[in-house]
């Protein structure tokens, strides 16, 4: 989908109100807005216009949501009254640096379709309220990009951000590029460009940023943000004898089903990845024997289903896992990037960490771990010597060592008590859907979906747990019902709409009303 291609580069239509030209920028902070306005702001009194650039800053982290307003006009006859602030029905360009910026922008009624030229990155930085719903709470990005077009007289919608950093750039860069590409304000590109120069910082970057937008608005160019599909290199290198059991592992994998192999590669490799070869014997050993349960007639959906969500259950999070996550090289090449980092420069990395009692006593061997957990007294007094936030410099060779020495008790890992425990569960979990399938086949598929409840570790991994056993423990009131299926999945779906449960409270007292 070319999302350019809509744009008409109709300059704005200043002359009805003596040449006043209004613009408004939604930024988050950190984005570079107040740069931005700056460069806007500079622009126009370069070039003979009187200008005055305001700011609203959120009280969020990194100030929030901030709207930018920009007034420009013409210095001849006198000085002009500018106002403070955007009103609604009231601006001529409306800059968003985030796609829900837009959003914001629409219900705002900044965007008119008489008036409003709408220039808005598709990248997306997630709010608060989408991080913290336990299921998917991203809003829909395609429902912003419509309204949009329904609300403004022209759309620019580009991934800025992406344009920004292959130039080693940020996005207001990208932004004031797209601005200048629509011609939507009477100065040609060398006057945007001396702008950028004018500011004195990161000159060539910028300027970098600025023209490939530029070029994207005026050529149509496709460059809509999609997400990144990662495809697993099937070649592998090691030693011969490990070699040897990766081929044989996806020996394993080319005899399952057609429709099941794709998910359940992917699962095989999580799950070697996590540990070795022997364990994804293990994963492959355990959908065997759910395709002797599963059949063509339902075209393997019970397999099919199985192979994401046990792989994500043998793949747990733990203290080994996450150490070894944040010392693995192809980790500190991407924050590096991320970070712009170039020659010469250093770069400090901290890590944030909290573990409680139970996590250090699930890195323990599985006797000595559950002697602890059993004794309420013993794992309080291992709680308040661990239970405390800790800042971990991995640019420092003490920091990176105690991680990746961490990472190292992988090969003992199957001999902790979080390791026992998992275990016990994904075998409990496969029984009820053994038990499950032979009744009903629909309520085993969703017994098997019931384990995307439980993800993360610490305090997360218990309250999916504890939501997990609630509506897995509504199967002796459903089944034998026609319509179990459908209300173990609404179970399931009330769970994951907050965070405290309310939603699977009352879809559980529903459910006790007629059983």
Known sequence: MNDAAPLRARPAEPAQQGGLIKLAVMAVGGQGGGVLTGWIERLARDHGFASQATSVAGVAQRTGATIYYIEMAPSEGGAPVFALA????????????????AGRGIQRGFVTPDRTLLIGSTHRALVVTEKTVPGDGTADRDAVIVAAREA???????????LAKDAGSVISASLFGALAGTRALPFDDNAFEDAIRAGGRGVEASLQAFRKAVSAVRDGEDVVGETARIVADTGVQGPPDLVGEWEALMARVAALPASVRVMAEAGMRKVVDFQDTAYGGEYLDHLGDLTRLDDETHDWELTREAAKYLSNAMAYDDVIGVADKKTRAARLVRIAGEMAQSDGQLMRLTEYMHP?????????????????????????????VVNRGRRVRTDRASGFVTLWMLAGLRRWRRGTLRHADEMAHVAAWLDLVRA?????????????????????????????LSKYDRVLGALAMLKGRDDAADWLRRLREAALKDEDGEALDGALATIGSFA
């Open 86 to 101: 955007p009103a609604p029905g009231d601006v001529d360009i409306l800059i968003a640096s985030e796609l829900m910026e």
């Open 152 to 162: 403004a007289r022209d759309t620019v919608f580009l991934d800025m951000e992406r």
């Open 356 to 384: 409680r009692g139970e996590e250090i006593a699930g890195l323990l061997p599985w006797r000595i771990g559950s002697w602890i957990v059993r004794g309420p007294g013993r794992l309080r007094v291992l709680d308040r």
């Open 436 to 464: 499950s399938v032979a009744d009903d086949y629909d309520l085993a598929v969703e017994v098997v979906r019931a384990r995307r409840l439980i993800k993360g570790y610490s305090d997360t991994h218990a309250r999916g």
